[in-house]
């Protein structure tokens, strides 16, 4: 229990007595990469807004360190989490090093400046990114794609232990969906991803949870967790697992009445 970073215990949510999660728990350990998979309305952005308090939580269901997540506050929970969402868009026109630099916020006193050690620490991950050409553009001017890679700049600036994302490959392209995981996967941080492609989280995870209809209905290691029955139960698609003894890819057949 001493290197969980972040968990949930008995969540339930319900909106106008409709359930959107019911008694989900959840553990993510340090510097592990943990997956969250499952249909469209399964629950699964429901659950990471609980985690970074987008959604207030029940007291006593989700933990930070072992410590409530009411006794954080907002800003706390900002030096100890960082999150990408999945809007990208700014109501200002900002430049892009602007954007990154948000991530040093939650370290500042109210009007005080970004340091220089801010700034560099702003352009590393930029550099780390691809995207330090694009420091004085402006954010809004740039592709889908493009923001994404900033706003996980923005959330590496931001130093924190656990870092949430929510289909970070959403708008990349194949080189940049594979350039983007490979990065995340290298990194000392808790990471909790929501994912859309089953081979995309097999290959980069190192536990999954699956999500349907508000609740677990699985978690484990990839291998244990991809596979034909679980996929036909969670997404009613008839699939196989082709293992060429590097890796285990899926491979969708039909979509089952």
Do not use: W
């Amino acid at each position: 229990m001493d290197n969980i970073m972040i968990n949930i215990e008995n969540l339930s949510y319900d909106i106008k007595e409709k359930k959107i999660l019911e008694n989900i728990s959840f553990n993510a350990c340090k510097n592990k990469f943990i997956g969250i998979i499952g249909a469209n309305g399964s629950g699964k952005t429901t659950m990471l807004k609980h985690l970074y308090n987008a959604i207030v939580p029940h007291k006593k269901t989700v933990y930070i360190k072992g410590i409530p997540l009411e006794n954080y506050s907002q800003n706390d929970i900002a030096k100890n989490l960082s999150v990408m969402k999945q809007e990208n868009n700014s109501d200002f026109d900002y430049r892009v090093i602007d954007i990154v630099l948000m991530g040093r916020l939650p370290y500042k006193k109210s009007l005080e400046d970004y340091s220089r050690e801010d700034h560099e620490k702003a352009m590393r991950n930029l550099n780390k990114l691809g995207m330090r050409d694009f420091a004085q553009r402006k954010y809004n001017s740039l592709s889908g794609g493009e923001k994404q890679r900033v706003l996980i700049a923005r959330a590496l600036t931001q130093d924190t232990e656990i870092m949430i994302l929510d289909e970070p490959t959403n708008h990349l392209d194949i080189y940049y969906q594979m350039f983007l995981m490979q990065i995340l996967k290298q990194i000392s941080m808790t990471v909790i991803s929501v994912f859309h492609d089953l081979n995309f989280a097999s290959k980069f995870c190192d536990e999954i949870y699956v999500l349907k209809s508000g609740k677990v209905l699985v978690n484990g290691r990839p291998e244990e967790v991809i596979n034909p029955h679980v996929i036909k139960e969670a997404f009613n698609m008839d699939s196989k697992i082709i293992n060429d003894g590097k890796e285990r890819i899926v491979v969708y057949n039909n979509i089952l009445e």
